[in-house]
C-alpha cells in the first residue's frame, strides 16, 4: 500500500525546534523523498529532499546550517529536524515522493497528510 504517514509539527517559539517524521511504506524504498512547505497564501516550495541511498541532494539555503532531512532506511522513516525556528517559517509542511529527486515541486505525485508548524515570535 502507498503510503506517506506525518507525524511531528505543531506550536514552538521562535528560536526553537520540531522534528517532524514521515513515514513511508515499502512501496516507497527507491524513491526519492523530500520535504515541502506551504505558507498561506503563498506557493507550495520545496525544503530538502534526499535520495534512496541517504544521499542528501538539496537543502534550501534559507535553512542550511539549521535542519537537516535525514532518513532511517530500516523504518522507512523520513525525518526533518528544524532547529532555531523563526515566525516566517509558519506553514504546512508536507513529505512527497518521488521518482527521482526532482527540482520542480509539481513532479510530486505521491504525498503525506502535512501537518502544521507554527512560530510565533
Known amino acids: 500500500q502507498e503510503q506517506l504517514v506525518q507525524s511531528g509539527g505543531g506550536s514552538v517559539q521562535a528560536g526553537g525546534s520540531l522534528r517532524l517524521s514521515c513515514e513511508a511504506s515499502e512501496f516507497y524504498s527507491t524513491y526519492c523523498l523530500g520535504w515541502f512547505r506551504q505558507a498561506p497564501g503563498k506557493e507550495r516550495e520545496e525544503v530538502a529532499t534526499i535520495d534512496s541511498d541517504g544521499t542528501i541532494t538539496y537543502t534550501d539555503s534559507s535553512v542550511k546550517g539549521r535542519w537537516t532531512i535525514s532518513k532511517d532506511n530500516t523504518k522507512n522513516t523520513l525525518f526533518l529536524q528544524m532547529n532555531n525556528l523563526k515566525p516566517e517559517e509558519t506553514a504546512m509542511y508536507y513529505c512527497?515522493?518521488?521518482?527521482?529527486?526532482?527540482?520542480?515541486?509539481?513532479?510530486?505525485?505521491?504525498w503525506g497528510q502535512g501537518t502544521q508548524v507554527t512560530v510565533s515570535s
Open positions: 512527497a515522493a518521488g521518482g527521482v529527486c526532482y527540482r520542480d515541486v509539481n513532479m510530486y505525485t505521491h
